[in-house]
């Protein structure tokens, strides 16, 4: 798709998101991975501007759930409805008149990722305090049947061995504790998963966090998921004493049992396997990167080994 023809794209977006509207401009977003996304400005017809955001899912999305953009819409709905700090969800189109994929339409949130905060303790304390309150909410009363469930998931992972494993991220160890533990007992109630909750997830404004962003990834189970592949992720952008931090806030504002934690933290660590050497880094980085990841995953054997996340 040219330019040109993006662009008139977009302007019969806008004409049938606001027909008395207009494109002023529209930029990509940088950052997305699995979805192209593009901010758009728009003048009204009384003069004023608003932004908004469209994200058009990729094929490996659409491939594992041709519900995506649907699916991603729904449950922004029902987040605005019980105040988790997400986008205001606009617009879902799967007519594929405008554009060959669905897309979705949201809002467009001032702010910005950080990752050098003032203040990295209060940075990490509000992270745990916004996935304690995504944990929080009441599954019982909302219809989130089109989610995927985590064990599912999890369960395939387990069972698909790749013939060739990561060792440079001891993938194969990894795998013979998790296989030879799995399915962990059900310790803690299925809970709302944002399923990649990691600071570039997550956008700031005025050193407050504005919104919790790209809902894609949405599961149900188990909150220790999620709050591992956070801890991973802390640990990378910010170091282990904020991981630490972190961890120890988000157990002081939840009554959740932690006994596995460290199953999942193995779980968290499986993710970048076979995967980190693709993510363009550079070598300085990769380098260091790793070394935190093998750290990462020998906390987790030691607490294993000496009993404090023992399976029973």
């Not at 977003?29 to 400005?41: M, P």
């Not at 020998?298 to 000496?306: C, N, Y």
């Amino acid at each position: 798709m040219t330019e040109s023809t993006e662009r008139d794209c977009f302007q019969r977006l806008v004409q049938r998101l606001e027909p008395q509207s207009k494109l002023v401009r529209s930029w990509e977003l940088k950052g997305g991975v699995s979805a192209q996304v593009t901010a758009l400005e728009i003048e009204q017809l009384d003069g004023k501007r608003r932004k908004v955001v469209v994200r058009r899912h990729g094929a490996a999305d659409i491939a594992q759930n041709p519900h995506v953009a649907a699916d991603e819409f729904k449950l922004m709905e029902l987040l605005k409805s019980v105040g988790v700090a997400a986008p205001v969800p606009f617009f879902l189109d799967q007519s594929g008149e405008i554009f060959s994929t669905p897309y979705v339409v949201i809002e467009y949130i001032e702010g910005k990722t950080e990752f050098t905060p003032a203040d990295v303790t209060d940075h990490v304390f509000q992270l745990a305090a916004q996935l304690s309150r995504i944990h929080s909410v009441d599954v019982s009363k909302l219809d989130l049947s089109f989610l995927p469930k985590l064990e599912k998931a999890c369960t395939e992972k387990i069972e698909k061995r790749p013939a060739i494993t990561d060792e440079s991220l001891g993938e194969g160890r990894i795998r013979d504790v998790l296989e030879a533990v799995w399915p962990f007992p059900s310790r803690n109630p299925c809970v709302l998963l944002h399923g990649d909750f990691w600071p570039g997830n997550v956008m700031w404004r005025d050193g407050q966090l504005a919104a919790v962003i790209d809902w894609e990834d949405a599961q149900l189970g188990d909150p220790l998921a999620d709050v591992a592949n956070a801890r991973l992720e802390i640990l990378w952008v910010f170091g282990i004493e904020a991981m630490l931090r972190f961890t120890g806030r988000y157990q002081s504002l939840t009554k959740f049992d932690f006994t596995d934690l460290s199953y999942w933290d193995l779980f968290a660590a499986l993710r970048p396997a076979s995967k980190i050497s693709d993510w363009g880094l550079d070598a300085s980085t990769e380098q260091k990167m790793r070394e935190e990841h093998s750290w990462f995953v020998a906390q987790a054997f030691e607490k294993i080994g000496t009993g404090k996340g023992k399976k029973s």
